[in-house]
């Protein structure tokens, strides 16, 4: 079974949307967002450069590759591969200004 490494950070952020999502769309938006994330989690695990490289200036983040939620478009999961896996490292909405957030 491939394995799934989840960085706190991204913890946070999945719980934030998670959040975000109940209380302004509603608790069935918001677990099938939650199961959407998982899914796609574990499909990514068993196909990990399976997402474009992101193209990021930092040394720390240039080997990043990011997807897209399934179902859930607008939220792109920012990981890199594993040998075995995957490694989360953020999950961020697409309306953000992403490129400034990573090469700070």
């Known amino acids: 079974m491939p394995e799934i490494v989840i960085r706190a950070s991204a913890r946070r952020e999945i719980k934030a949307h998670g959040i975000y999502l109940e209380e302004h769309a509603g608790p069935q938006v918001a677990d099938r ?11 990514l695990a068993t196909m990990p450069r399976m997402g474009p490289l992101c193209g990021f200036r930092r040394a720390a983040t240039r080997r990043l590759r990011r997807w897209a939620v399934q179902g859930f478009e607008n939220w792109l999961i920012f990981y890199q591969p594993k040998r075995n896996g995957i490694e989360v490292v ?5 309306a953000r200004d992403i490129q400034s957030l990573f090469d700070r």
């Open 90 to 94: 953020h999950l961020i909405h697409g």
């Open 33 to 43: 967002f939650l199961a959407a994330v998982k899914e796609t989690f574990e499909v």
